[in-house]
């Protein structure tokens, strides 16, 4: 299993970012996905899920600024970020639970600041 994760910068306050992450070795599209992030001197948080039906989950400080989708065609989950504050610096990784393990993706560091 794999998971490539791209897509993190540096971007102002206010601004959007979009993450992506490929994955191989699972059947995808029946597969839950997720995003994480871990900041500095931190735990490692979920920040949304979404099911193979598309049913989403966020976590309360992304709501209706950040939005998980699927493209099950390319194997992608993505993230998209919208009006970005300094308290979403952090390093962002792609997770997917399969065959009784847990597997994460690189990460990709993300950050917000002017």
């Known amino acids: 299993v794999q998971l490539q994760a791209s897509g993190g910068g540096l971007v102002q306050p206010g601004g959007s970012l979009r993450l992506s992450c490929a994955a191989s070795?699972?059947?995808?599209?029946?597969?839950?996905m997720a995003w994480y992030r871990q900041a500095p001197g931190k735990q490692r948080d979920v920040v949304a899920s979404?099911?193979?039906?598309?049913?989403?989950n966020y976590t309360d400080s992304v709501k209706g600024r950040f939005t998980i989708s699927r493209d099950n065609s390319r194997r992608t989950v993505y993230l998209q970020m919208n009006s970005l504050t300094p308290e979403d610096t952090a390093v962002y990784y792609c997770?997917?639970?399969?065959?009784?393990?847990?597997?994460w993706g690189q990460g990709t560091q993300v950050t917000v600041s002017s």
């Open positions: 997770h997917v639970f399969w065959k009784i393990h847990d597997y």
């Open positions: 070795g699972i059947n995808f599209s029946i597969a839950t």
């Open positions: 979404i099911f193979s039906s598309g049913i989403t």
